[in-house]
């Protein structure tokens, strides 16, 4: 089940496509305006928003331009009979994700839904892998942010990229030269100490408050990221 809000002010359209997604096993939500449907997108969580782009009030290409101004990331399928390619390529560039011509039938309106949705979960599942943990800390390479427990740890780019390799294969040591050309760009031996400098960096910062070492060595192999 999904909650998709309708933004459609033709009634007839309305009732037609809530008693098929109803049916469908969806929780519909009907808004008749460009201002209210605004407001319903950028407040609620849904899963999907259906938008018709000849509202009484605005162009749906607004609506649409504003919700991702929000940052609402909610997918939208535009609905319209405006099915020109110019009107068509300036929906999507506005941030629509698909478009649907009307008169259309339900059975290809559900099509367009379903995948729409499953793209969406698959995003989910992927944007969920850019957020690393390890006990109290927690790596989001979104937003290049690493925090243990409630406190920022502020990294250098290189302290950040060697951290980041550490959790993101903890609990597997790693060698010097793993590290080097993984961190570094440095596919050879040249005697640097950098790894073991720049681990000594990490350490002092992420235990600067007294939390429990992350970083191990294995003495004669390389390095581990690991709990205790």
Known sequence: MAKILLIE?????????????????????????GASGTMQGATHGYDLILLDIMLP????????????????KTPILFLTALNTPENIAWGLNTGGDDYLAKP?????????INALLRRNESTSALNDTDVLSLADLRIDDRAKEVTRGASTINLTPTEYRLLHMLVKNKERVLSRMELLEDVWGINFDQGTNNVDVYINYLRKKLESEGGERLIHTVMGMGYVAKQA
């Not at 033709?10 to 305006?33: C, P, Q, W």
């Not at 009030?57 to 929000?70: E, K, Q, S, T, Y």
């Not at 259309?104 to 367009?112: D, P, S, V």
């Open 9 to 33: 002010d033709e009634n007839s359209v309305a009732s037609f496509i809530r008693k098929g997604l109803t049916e469908e096993g969806h929780e519909i939500t009907v808004s008749t305006d």
């Open 57 to 72: 009030d605005r162009n749906g290409i607004d609506v649409c331009r504003d919700l991702r101004a929000m940052n609402v």
């Open 104 to 112: 259309f039938k339900f059975i290809e309106l559900n099509a367009r």
